[in-house]
């Protein structure tokens, strides 16, 4: 183990438990629960992935208190009925299994998902039956969750919802006895942490999860928070601080910190928690931490647990591989927020990582043979994120693997979307997955080789792997090709100079990337895109949000439902919801997404029977998850 990460392993007493480690999987919503709420075998086996992986608390989330909705669960766990008793049971053994301890979020959620209306709350009118219906509801559900033989609850007291609207004054407008003062706001929390004792006594750990500050007007402040952790924190064993309101579309990113934002992003409320006068229980941090941070947070006494979920879902085996010395092949996460995107949406689906192609399907994969029965010559074309994933995978399952690159590094086009500072986590999983590629004993890499049918025929392979990825969309508008008309794909790479006012066509992640970098350089930047910002928000929505926020802040303009219909020599006719204009420019930067790369395609596609084509060249729609999952899946099919 390197120095380093010491005190990541150091044992800590939560209540009357002692966990091996200070790393905790925070709860996530995989969507991997049956329909009625209850656990199946998919989420028993993605459960187990994080458990083998070696943290020392996992917990399991999100879990409803309530009576389970005739119409649906929205596929989480439900624990307000006794139903699920016996399958959470299955899961707790799943996780002690592997020397970790089990813990449930259990949350509640008050009638209305939005921010309120000035001075209307559905906590306003809650009657003392409602709320002594929600206590009864809680301690019901960690009666289960005791019952079921986890080892810890954690209640989700943070972020917008039930608990946390009591506290916030922004929801909290009563006049009785749970709405005023501090004091009276904090009474809820304090009554049903005492309504959950009284149930369980101290056979369960508690965590209760906030948000150090709601970040939004009027809403609650550090300071207030640390008098309410007072208040309960007799209550508790371990409080574990968040920040923002998820209510409030806005906070998404500060909650959730996509990759523009840097990691660690709310560590310091839980640091100045942890240090006030008067705290005496041990306090989590959480937010875009990987291992690395994690050391430094409980090295520098920033808080005594780290919780993290992106960065065991990207390589499950983290925490393990800190621990035996293997830092080198964690699996980064890129923090583009998919697995969040892809579960929080309006029809959520599964849980998936664009990094790791096995989230979510660890049930699917888990009869299927480590090693093929039998070995076969595997040819790749393209040395892209696609085909580099499909090499590794076919290589761990005993396959010998020539991978054909005509560039001097693999890579692809993956490398000119690392450049900016502010994407330094795709360009430490580039990095990572040319390094495990280019170490792999069983790939043979054939660098700065263009792939010929001769050459490819030459190697007699069973199996052909198409990556070749993709060509620039250059759609027939007049003037497009013109002289000071250059590919987003050059501007990232550095090939090319442009000026200092800057149009850029098409406002997708590339574009608003693109724009970011520059802006940030001094260039006077406009961004042309045909649909509104509501629906450039659709692909990436988190992502998206924060990249919005930034481009703002630095005077991008962004003429959204606006089409380009003719390019002149330093100007743009486009034409929006007012009519046409003209949008002059040094430099137009042309970022219209890519085609699938025919011609080249077909000049392999039949020289031998067993043929995949994966990633950018066989759709318009390419994206780094498409591609790895793609090429995983030819690695294991070949």
């Not at 001094?522 to 928000?537: A, C, F, N, P």
């Not at 591609?627 to 099919?637: C, L, R």
């Amino acid at each position: 183990m390197d120095p380093k990460y010491k005190s990541i392993f150091t044992p800590i007493k939560i209540g009357n438990m002692i966990v091996k480690n200070r790393i905790e999987t925070s709860p996530a919503a995989p969507r991997l629960a049956s329909a009625e709420g209850l656990v199946t075998p998919e989420l028993i086996e993605w459960t187990r992935a994080l458990a083998k992986g070696g943290a020392g608390i996992v917990t399991t989330g999100i879990s409803m208190v309530t009576p389970p909705f005739e119409h649906m669960s929205g596929y989480c766990l439900n624990i307000g009925d006794n139903n699920v008793v016996p399958g959470l049971a299955v899961l707790a053994d799943t996780i002690h299994r592997y020397g970790a301890k089990a813990s449930i979020e259990l949350a509640g959620f008050a009638m209305g998902h939005d921010m309120p209306e000035a001075g209307k709350s559905p906590i306003d009118m809650m009657s003392q039956e409602d709320i002594d219906g929600w206590i009864k509801m809680f301690a019901d559900a960690a009666e289960r969750a005791l019952k079921a033989g986890m080892d810890m609850i954690l209640i989700h007291g943070g972020h917008g919802i039930l608990v946390s609207n009591f506290l916030s004054p922004v929801f909290n407008h009563r006049t009785d006895k749970y709405g005023g003062s501090l004091e009276n706001r904090a009474r809820f929390a304090c009554e049903l942490l005492a309504g959950i004792r009284a149930r369980v006594g101290n056979k369960l750990a508690i965590e209760f999860r906030l948000s150090g500050a709601e970040l939004i007007p009027g809403g609650v402040e550090l300071d207030e928070t640390i008098e309410y952790i007072k208040m309960i924190q007799d209550k508790i064993d371990l409080v574990h601080v968040s920040a923002g309101v998820l209510l409030d579309d806005e906070m998404v990113p500060i909650t959730t910190q996509p990759t523009y934002l840097k990691r660690g992003y709310n560590v310091h409320y839980a640091a100045s928690i942890k240090k006030a006068a008067g705290i005496k229980i041990p306090v989590t941090t959480v937010g875009s931490i990987d291992l690395n941070l994690a050391a430094e947070i409980i090295e520098n006494n920033e808080a005594d647990m780290c919780a993290m979920i992106r960065t065991v879902l990207a390589d499950p085996q983290s925490v393990n591989k800190a621990r035996t010395g293997k830092e080198e092949e964690i699996r980064p996460c890129i923090r583009c927020v998919l697995c969040l995107n892809r579960t929080h949406g309006m029809e959520p689906l599964r849980i998936a990582c664009t990094v790791n192609p096995k989230v979510g399907r660890e049930f699917e994969l888990k009869d299927f043979p480590t090693t093929a029965e039998q070995k076969k010559k595997v040819v790749i074309i393209g040395g892209g994120p696609g085909g580099m994933e499909a090499a590794r995978t076919a290589g761990d399952r005993g396959h010998d693997v020539v991978l054909f690159e005509k560039s001097s590094q693999l890579g692809g086009t993956l490398r000119l979307a690392v450049t900016p500072d502010f994407k330094a986590d795709l360009k430490n999983y580039l990095e990572w997955a040319v390094r495990m590629t280019s170490r792999h004993p069983h790939v043979q890499l054939k660098l700065a080789t263009e792939a010929t049918p001769e050459k490819i025929l030459a190697e007699s392979p069973d199996a052909l792997i198409i990556a070749v990825g993709a060509e620039s969309n250059i759609p027939a508008i007049p003037g497009l090709n013109g002289k000071n008309a250059v590919w987003v794909g050059d501007v990232e790479a550095g090939t090319v100079e442009v000026g200092n006012e800057v149009v850029i066509a098409g406002g997708g992640l590339t574009g608003c990337e693109t724009a970011l970098n520059l802006a940030r350089k001094g260039k006077k930047v406009t961004i042309i895109e045909m649909v509104s910002e509501k629906r450039m928000l659709e692909p990436s929505p988190i992502p998206m949000t924060a990249l919005l926020q930034l481009l703002k802040k630095e005077h991008v303009t962004i003429l959204s439902n606006h089409k380009l219909l003719k390019v002149n020599e330093h100007s743009v006719v486009v034409e929006g919801p007012d009519g046409e204009k003209e949008v002059s420019f040094d430099s137009l930067i042309i970022s219209l997404g890519v085609k699938p790369n025919v011609l080249e395609v077909a000049k392999f596609a039949d020289l031998v029977d067993n043929v995949f084509c994966i990633g950018d060249c066989t759709t318009n729609r390419g994206t780094l998850y498409n591609a790895t999952t793609a090429g995983y899946n030819a690695g294991m099919d070949v």
